[in-house]
T-cell receptor, first 113, second 113 residues
Framework: AQSVAQPEDQVNVAEGNPLTVKCTYS??????LFWYVQYPNRGLQFLLK??????LVKGSYGFEAEFNKSQTSFHLKKPSALVSDSALYFC???????????FGTGTKLQVIP | DAGITQSPRHKVTETGTPVTLRCHQT?????MYWYRQDPGHGLRLIHY???????DKGEVSDGYSVSRSKTEDFLLTLESATSSQTSVYFC????????????FGQGTRLTVV
């Protein structure tokens, strides 16, 4: 069975500082990894994905994520946080051979002005 | 947002009544999914479809059924609604292959009283 862990329910960061939202995963096959963001009363929006290739993936709104196979992690990062980045962030994983996607429980990011 | 529409957006229903939620897409994507979102649980997969009349169960499928008679429509039915099914329901679509990221609808807030 595949699973995703987001160990932090909430991350607080000052505006302008770098941010990291953590994610670890478990799959039996090759992992397809995703990050999504959810603003209040909205559906999830796709940020970025890793399927294969470079371990550093760049996505929307200046976000990037680093795939680390040995640590089974896919942490979301941004060099300089904006107040508008405050939202709920979800990590997700899919075993490459299947279509079921498993989501983490989400991490609330609060960027403090 | 991608061409994906959920209806209704809000619904209040009584315990024991059947309820059907509709997801309509205009993207001609092969895969469609129903998730529920609850605090502390993130998103959990209810059912998904990999083609017309082809569906499979997710991790929380008990009490739910689905149907997909056309590529563009994916229906979720609560056969006899219970209070534990009070939740926000999201439909998602994906194209598969390299277009494996999911696009989400705006959600349906269902309250069972």
């Amino acid at each position: 069975a595949q699973s995703v862990a987001q160990p932090e329910d909430q991350v607080n960061v000052a505006e302008g500082n770098p941010l990291t939202v953590k994610c670890t995963y478990s799959v039996s096959g090759n992992p397809y990894l995703f990050w999504y963001v959810q603003y209040p009363n909205r559906g999830l929006q796709f940020l970025l994905k890793y399927i294969t290739g470079d371990n550093l993936v760049k996505g929307s709104y200046g976000f990037e994520a680093e795939f680390n196979k040995s640590q089974t992690s896919f942490h979301l990062k941004k060099p300089s946080a904006l107040v508008s980045d405050s939202a709920l962030y979800f990590c997700a994983v899919r075993d490459g051979g299947y279509q079921k996607v498993t989501f983490g429980t989400g991490t609330k990011l609060q960027v403090i002005p | 947002d991608a061409g994906i529409t959920q209806s209704p957006r809000h619904k209040v229903t009584e315990t024991g009544t059947p309820v059907t939620l509709r997801c309509h897409q205009t993207e001609n994507h092969r895969y469609m999914y129903w998730y529920r979102q609850d605090p502390g649980h993130g998103l959990r997969l209810i059912h998904y479809s990999y083609g017309v009349k082809d569906t499979d169960k997710g991790e929380v499928s008990d009490g739910y059924s689905v149907s997909r008679s056309k590529t563009e429509d994916f229906l979720l039915t609560l056969e006899s609604a219970t209070s534990s099914q009070t939740s926000v329901y999201f439909c998602a679509i994906s194209g598969g292959g390299s277009n494996t990221e999911a696009f989400f609808g705006q959600g349906t807030r269902l309250t069972v009283v």
